[in-house]
């Protein structure tokens, strides 16, 4: 028989296989593939496709490697076929225009015969209808029985990248589980006898725009070997998800689960196939920068972690799980692939989010969902169609929409959870709901842009763009073009009026690429007008301000002066958040970019790409970088040139900003090159200093640095001085004694907490003492409901437990009130009880909805909550009269 090889073996003996016969060994691309016209690396080929299309010459001319793919097309068949997956290794060997055919396939049958131990007897091989090269290759050189090389036709066995282009047929190896069967009807359809190992693809002709299939000037070799499905053949398991690559997944979150695999229901064993499958795929797929989302590979992600969760919840775990599922499945894969340990803080951290989040969306959507289902089926009897032939039970495409669109609750979890109870889901009806919906936000948009700005749109068709002066003048006279008092035009304003002023040319910044408008004034005979803020619309610069003297008419001139202090403040902030960006590219990653910003006159705030948090050690050492370009004077030159020439300089474009054909760059020789429309400095040293104040996560893959620069500087070190010595007087302490005196402070809080949790459980426990003469035998087992005061969530649980030690086989439930509209109850269930099909996370669950709550856990110890304390004892009283009844009649 063949060696029963681990997973890890398996994909070592293949690349170690070619790469003796010439292969560069390459490591598995990302999961997120440089081609735009798929979402995620779904094929072993993909990375080499601009090889194979000749958009690319390749570095290699035949190379090897074991790649991560990940597909979802059939994503309902996971768990449930002994094969499909989300995600899979897939192993390969290419040659661009090395070798071919009679290597290719000499090479993959030594590799599986002679490597592997597969016996040939039990190996059958698939060649395209028209290719006989193959046929006779396959039959003459290896030695394979005619009637075991079955020829197949072009949906089986030719590969195409598309319509045109290069393509050609192909050759598979398939395992035979049943050779007692013989070879008289040998149909490769049979996927319960007949396994497809590896598949050779020779791409020997190029098909044109009309179809003609022509002889490409090189020929390729394409080849993928599943390592999953090799895997299941070497170790001698039933399936794929039962090989040393996923079973101890499953294994662990059947642990947690408080079930044993083997003895399992069927569909217990399905849940926990998708968990362990699902869980790879989720770590890669963060590992590799997916995020979670609501679009494209973010969104399969999301519903991948989504049914993760939607199955554990199948199995009875109603707490969070995943996180130690994840783990084993970074134990698992860090050998080949040790970024998921790299970035073992971002996959949980992401994990653990989505999870805790989608758990609060699961649970109200199930709820909403068995009421559906029952008012459906209450409907049907009512009507009499619960026995009419072909009447099917459907939930309506509104009620579908209200659950998507109110609750949050995604469709197709709508759609799998009402097959599991016999129901479909109008999806017509769905999407009608959903087009309402856009149809309304479209109204919405319409409606809030005329009555917003409508008439300063109608303005904009009469007056003249804006001229903009502000890069070299602080004050300017302008004419007043148009006036505006809550968004409709007016001739004139009066003092004590707020008002919205367009004048022809003017030097206020107005807000733009994250740099906030600058204030200051307008003035004329008797006039001043006070400005607060200025917005771009279109090309018009909307001054807005409040009269403070005189009037204000359409074509009058004015004096437009800024406040020079504000502006200076801004200039010091931008320029810094320019020395941000580039301090954090050189100090943390190359690859950070700019994701958001503001420049404001009191601080700065710059939002970037990175999936971790900046340690303290690198914001120091960012922060030292700045002020040391601020120190060292660097001049700012200030040029307009092409934008291919800017991009070519290596200028670094803002976040957000749309840019023309010439461009305005702000360049601090060997510091800083940037795409700005902004205002800056004219030299660092103008800026004084800088300080990082927060680094702060605020989104998947964002993170935030606020820092103040200039003046701000200053403002911000008196406010922390005055906090100090306020500290310092209250503690009676020198300043650099507050940590050292907090810390003491907290450890004592910590230990007196400790000690009357303590103190609590103890309480709880005498007080339980009490209870077990309550206690009622249903047969050979014990039933015990109580309330237990105000005793707290942890020592209730410790209580529940102590409660069942001394009643030995039976169930203890308890619950209390352990502050004001809040209920805590506990459910704890011996082995005989759980034997019974009772299990203590569902039984809670269902007690705690009857105080307006819910919950649930494991089948031996589950704890719930509520908020409706009046209903407490109601639902002591259903809890004992069910448990009661459930044993009685088990």
Not at 177 to 188: N, S
Not at 367 to 385: K, N, Q, W, Y
Not at 831 to 845: D, N, R
Request: net charge negative; charged share 25%; aromatic share 6%.
């Amino acid at each position: 028989m063949f060696p029963a090889l681990s997973g890890a073996a398996i994909r070592q003996t293949f690349l170690d296989f070619y790469a003796q016969r010439g292969h560069q060994v390459l490591p598995s691309a990302s999961l997120v593939p440089e081609d735009p016209t798929v979402l995620l690396t779904i094929a072993g080929m993909l990375p080499f496709k601009p090889i194979f299309l000749g958009q690319r010459d390749p570095e290699y001319p035949r190379v090897t490697t074991a790649q991560k793919c990940v597909r979802t097309n059939d994503i309902e068949n996971v768990g449930r076929t002994a094969r499909h997956h989300t995600f899979f290794e897939m192993l390969g060997n290419f040659s661009f225009g090395d070798y071919f055919k009679k290597e290719a396939i000499a090479w993959a049958w030594e590799l599986v015969t002679e490597v592997f131990g597969l016996p040939p007897e039990r190996l059958v091989v698939s060649v395209f209808r028209e290719d006989e090269e193959a046929f006779a290759l396959w039959r003459d050189e290896i030695g394979i029985p005619a009637h075991r090389i079955q020829r197949m036709g072009e949906a089986d066995n030719f590969w195409a990248a598309g319509p045109t282009g290069p393509c050609g047929p192909c050759s598979e190896i398939y395992y035979d589980f049943k050779p007692e069967l013989g070879d008289e009807r040998i149909d490769l359809e049979d996927d319960s006898r007949f396994l497809e190992i590896y598949n050779l693809v020779f791409m020997e002709l190029n098909r044109d725009s009309e179809g003609h299939l022509m002889p490409l000037a090189k020929q390729n070799i394409d080849t993928g070997l599943g390592l999953e499905r090799l895997a299941q053949v070497l170790q001698g398991v039933p399936n794929n998800y039962e090989t040393d690559l996923i079973f101890p997944i499953i294994q662990t979150a059947a642990g947690i689960a408080g079930l044993n695999y083997s003895k399992a229901d069927p569909e217990q064993q399905i849940s926990l196939k998708v968990i362990g499958d699902h869980a790879r795929a989720v770590m890669h797929l963060i590992a590799d920068g997916v995020l979670p989302s609501n679009v494209d590979r973010g969104y399969v992600l999301r519903r991948l972690i989504r049914r993760m969760v939607r199955h554990g919840r199948l199995l009875g775990i109603g707490e969070p799980f995943t996180i130690p599922v994840i783990e084993t499945a970074i134990q698992l894969a860090e050998a080949a692939y040790p970024q998921v340990r790299e970035r073992e803080t971002l996959i949980k951290t992401e994990l653990q989010r989505e999870e805790e989040q989608f758990l609060k969306t699961l649970e109200r959507g199930e709820r909403l969902l068995l009421d559906l289902f029952t008012a459906v089926e209450s409907s049907r009897r009512d009507s009499g169609a619960e026995h009419s032939t072909g009447s099917q039970k459907q939930i309506s495409g509104a009620d579908a929409f209200k659950l998507f669109d109110t609750y949050g609750f995604p469709l197709e979890l709508t759609q799998e959870i009402a097959q599991e109870h016999g129901f479909s889901v109008d999806l017509e009806g769905f999407e009608q709901e959903m087009e309402k919906q856009r149809q309304r936000a479209r109204a919405a948009h319409q409606t809030i842009d005329l009555t917003a700005q409508g008439s300063l749109d109608e303005l904009a068709d009469f007056l003249s763009q804006t001229e903009f002066l502000g890069y070299s003048q602080s004050s300017a006279r302008g004419v007043v073009e148009a006036l505006l008092v809550e968004g409709k035009s007016v001739p004139q304003v009066e003092a004590g009026q707020a008002v919205q002023i367009v004048l022809d040319r003017t030097p206020f910044y107005a807000e733009s690429g994250g740099q906030i408008g600058d204030r200051g004034y307008l003035s004329g005979d008797g006039l001043l007008v006070r400005i607060e803020d200025v917005q771009k619309q279109g090309d018009l610069f909307v001054h807005f301000g409040h009269v403070e003297r005189g009037i204000l008419r359409v074509g009058d001139p004015v004096q437009a002066q800024i406040d020079l202090a504000c502006r200076r403040r801004a200039q010091a902030h931008h320029t810094a958040t320019h020395l941000l960006q580039a301090a954090l590219k050189r100090i943390v990653d190359p690859s950070i970019g700019q994701a958001g910003s503001l420049v404001a006159f009191d601080r700065l705030r710059f939002d970037f790409t990175l999936s971790r948090p900046v340690t303290p050690e690198e914001l120091e050492q960012i922060e030292n970088l700045v002020n040391t370009w601020i120190a060292e004077a660097h001049a700012a030159q200030v040029a307009i040139m092409p934008l291919a020439e800017a991009k070519a300089r290596g200028a670094v474009a803002m976040f957000g900003e749309k840019y023309g054909a010439e461009v305005r760059v702000i360049d601090f020789p060997g510091v800083s090159m940037e795409l700005c429309g902004g205002t800056h400095v004219n030299n660092t040293a103008e800026i004084g200093l800088f300080k990082i104040i927060a680094e702060t996560g605020v989104a998947a893959g964002i993170r935030r640095i606020e820092a103040v620069a200039g003046p701000a500087v200053l403002e911000y070190l008196n406010e922390r001085d005055r906090v100090v010595r306020e500290l310092s007087a209250q503690f009676k302490a020198k300043p650099q004694e507050l940590p050292e005196r907090v810390a003491a402070l907290q450890a004592e809080l910590k230990a007196a907490q400790k000690e009357l949790e303590e103190v609590r459980s103890q309480l709880a426990l005498l007080q339980a003492e009490r209870l077990l003469a309550q206690a009622v035998a249903v047969g050979d087992l014990k039933v015990l409901v109580a309330e237990l005061g105000s005793t707290t969530p942890e020592a209730l649980k410790t209580a529940a437990e102590h409660l069942l030690s001394k009643l030995g086989e039976g169930a203890v439930v308890l619950g209390s009130v352990p502050e004001a509209g809040k209920v805590s109850l506990v459910a704890a269930f011996s082995p005989a009880v759980q034997q019974l099909g009772l299990k203590a996370g569902s039984f809670i669950g269902e007690i705690a909805k009857l105080t307006g709550g819910g919950g649930g856990g494991r089948p031996n110890l589950a704890q719930a909550g509520g908020k409706q304390p009046e209903k407490l004892a109601e639902a002591l009283r259903v809890a004992r009269e069910r448990l009661q009844a459930e044993l009685i009649s088990r």
